[in-house]
Each structure stands twice: as C-alpha cells, then as structure tokens.
C-alpha cells in the first residue's frame, strides 16, 4: 500500500482556520474508507474525521462540534479536512489513513470507523499548533 502523504499543518491563533490535504494514492478505491486522527503529546490517538469514498459520506467525532469539514477531489485523490475556529485544545499531530478492509459503523448509516484499530496505512503527519 502506498503511504498516505499530509500537509497543510502549520500554527494559528485560537480562532483560526487551517486546511489539511492528504494526499492518497491512485490506487484507493471508492470502497476506501480515509480518516484523520490527531494525536497530542501525552495523550492517545483520537479518530478526528472519516469519509467513506463511495457514498461521500463522512463521520465526525463529537468534539468536532461543526467545526471541521472533509471534502474529496477526485480527480487529484486528495482527501481535505477544513478546519475553522480551532482551540488550544486541537493543537496536535494529525495522521491521514486509508483502509479497504475498515469495518463500517452503523450512525445513521454506514460510516468509516473513527477507530485506529481498524486502519493499518498511516501518514507521517501534519502539526497543527493553535496559540491564544
């Protein structure tokens, strides 16, 4: 499998907007699940937000709050993830993986999993820094 490539992290004040791209390889089917994670330090992995390629369908974690949004460019296989009103507390790393075998979860409908167990194909990451 081909590595998932990030960027688009960088540091902003509290309140600002940054845009991850994840860079997936050709060869990710539309049965690919593809999610962010982040991970602090000190702290465990947290599934940030997924999207099930076929349907277009994408899944939040609570803390999320309408904040993020993922979008899909299919013709250059980059997965992004909007972030708008960041907090101190988004500060993170954050991973971009892809999955064909991520078993789907039921949350009013079928959704990519926000679990890391399920993904095996991880980036290096992006750091995001949020600072008041």
């Known amino acids: 499998q081909v590595q998932p490539v990030e960027s688009g992290g960088g540091s902003v004040e509290a309140g600002g907007s940054l845009k991850l791209s994840c860079a997936v390889s050709a060869a990710t089917s539309q049965n690919h699940c593809v999610a962010w994670f982040r991970q602090a330090p000190g702290k465990e992995r947290e599934g940030v937000a997924s999207?099930?390629?076929?349907?277009?369908?994408?899944f939040y974690s609570d803390f999320v709050g309408g904040r993020f949004t993922l979008s899909h460019d299919r013709n250059n296989d980059i997965v992004y993830l909007q972030m708008n009103n960041l907090k101190l507390e988004d500060t993170a790393m954050y991973y971009c993986t892809a999955s064909v075998t991520a078993q789907l979860v039921y949350v009013g409908g079928r959704r990519c999993p926000l679990s890391s167990s399920e993904y095996g194909n991880w980036g290096q990451g992006t750091q995001v820094t949020v600072s008041s």
């Open positions: 999207l099930y390629l076929r349907y277009g369908v994408s």
